[in-house]
Structures are given as C-alpha cells and as structure tokens.
C-alpha cells in the first residue's frame, strides 16, 4: 500500500545528511534533524540555508527552481530534535546517515527501533555496509531499506534504493496468510483482500499479515513454509525471514526450500511457488 510521507527524519548532518534533508525540503517535506553533536547540527543548519540560497541564485529566470518558494520559507519546514528517541517518534520515514561504521549504524537502527511507530520505515543512507546486518539490529527487518543518495545529494538526481532480504518475501507472507486464514476458517486472501479496492491494490504483504493476525482470533502456535524456488538459494535468508514473520505473528515459524530439480516453470527459475502450514488455537 503507498505510504504518503508526513515527517521525514534525518539522523546525521553532516555533508550527506544535510544534502539530504535539503532534497526533502525542496520536495515540499516536513524534515527533522538529529545529530548528536550541538556543534555539528549547527553547521548542518548553515549548510541546508546555504545549499538552497545556492540553488536560488544558479537557476535562470522563468525556469521551475526559480520559482520556488523563498529560502527562509522552505527552511520553516526544517526542525531539530537533540534526541534521537523522539525523532524516531516523531517521524514516518527516517533516512540515517551516520557515520559508515556497521557498529555506529546498527546503534542507531536500535535506539530507532524501539521508539518509531510500527509503520515507520527505517532507511540507510550507507553506500558499502550490509542493509541486512543493518536491518538484523531490529525487529521490523520488513521495514528498513537502504537509500543510497550520491554526492552532492541535492545536485545529483539519482538514488539507490536498496532492499534487505526480509523486506520482499511477498511470496512466503501471501503464503502464510492463506494458512492462517485456512486454520481460522475465513477464507482466503483474495477473498479479504480483493484487489480489485482500491486500499488493497499495492499493499505491504507484512501489513496484510499484521492485519490478519489482528483479526482471525486465537493463538496462533506453529507456521512452517516450503519454499520452492531454483534461485535465490534461501540458507543465507532464512533466519532472517523466519523472524520476521515470527515478530509479526509470535508464533513459532520454520522455513525451508527445496529446487524443483530443473523441471516445469520452477525448474527453469520463471518462478517461485510456496506451501504453508498453520495451526491456530481457539480462545
């Protein structure tokens, strides 16, 4: 389901942190900024008003950055949170771009974990690092991306949108909803979720899952999915995959593949299919 972004936050204001706030001001985003050092956000703050009087003075007349809004009117938008706790709850979308040291960041995805709204998504502005060990810091790994932007982020329109294993495996969630719905006795996903509405088309498969799980009643005890898929393997993903529908659905979850031994469209790798199993306890 699209997400309409209300506050971005940005951890980090440096060069690439205040190039990025600086690109969703020009958006028309409300930003919040954090960094840790008084001094540092301080220069972040001169480096934003800078970076759009720049853009201002470089445009010709007539042209459509000409005719953007003032610089002190854009930078109205543009607020400061020494804490990074209520940046995170104060935020629907939160770009980190600290320090490129794997320890730093997943610190960071920590502390924003435990203090960001559930919808919240969590993105890494890291350009080398692992955006799964990043994501494996917290419980919503479903949830958290990498935003790769290029330097100077507000010259340069170009960003790498990086996903973590957990945050696709639509097919193993489709799966494991059709379980659930079976073991309750409410039909199934397409019958809950038709996509021919318009609040279904495009949606999150780990918000449908939150969604069922909140609905069906009762506990639900064991998941186990059969993935069957010739590429990618799954070992490396596998527990990563199997927390997070288990966060989800704080049931006990197994997750295991099998090839198809190169026959039909499985074995020729068009395509992947999925089994699940679920058992629910009545309350």
């Not at 930078?75 to 980190?96: F, Q």
């Amino acid at each position: 389901m699209t997400q309409v972004v209300g506050i971005v936050g940005v951890v980090g204001s440096g060069t690439m942190g205040a190039g990025i706030a600086q690109v969703a001001l020009e958006a028309g985003e409300r930003v919040v900024l954090h960094d840790p050092d008084p001094e540092a956000l301080a220069r972040g703050i001169a480096r934003i008003r800078d970076g759009l009087g720049r853009r201002r003075r470089t445009v010709g007349p007539g042209s459509v950055a000409s005719m953007t809004p003032a610089v002190d009117e854009v930078m109205a938008r543009l607020a400061t949170e020494p804490d990074l706790a209520r940046l995170a709850a104060r935020s629907d979308l939160v770009i980190e771009a600290a320090l490129e040291d794997l320890s730093v960041k997943r610190a960071v995805f920590v502390a924003l974990d435990a203090a960001a709204s559930p919808q919240t998504v969590l993105a890494t502005n890291t350009s080398a690092l692992s955006v799964e060990a990043i994501a494996d810091a917290t419980r919503r790994p479903d949830r958290v991306i990498g935003l790769h932007f290029f330097n100077p982020a507000p010259l340069m329109a170009l960003v790498e949108v990086v996903a973590a294993p957990a945050s696709d495996a639509d097919v193993v969630a489709h799966a494991t909803i059709d379980a659930l719905l079976g073991a309750a006795g409410e039909g199934d996903i397409g019958t809950l979720f038709p996509d021919d509405e318009e609040r279904w088309r495009d949606a999150d498969s780990i918000d449908l899952l939150r969604t069922v799980v909140g609905t069906i009643g009762g506990r639900i005890v064991n998941i186990d999915v059969t993935v069957l898929c010739e590429e990618p393997r799954l070992a490396p993903y596998r527990a990563q995959m199997e927390r997070t529908i288990a966060a989800v659905t704080s049931a006990r979850v197994s997750i295991k593949a099998t090839t198809n031994e190169g026959m039909g469209w499985i074995g020729r790798g068009e395509g992947i299919a999925c089994i699940a199993v679920a058992s629910v306890e009545s309350e």
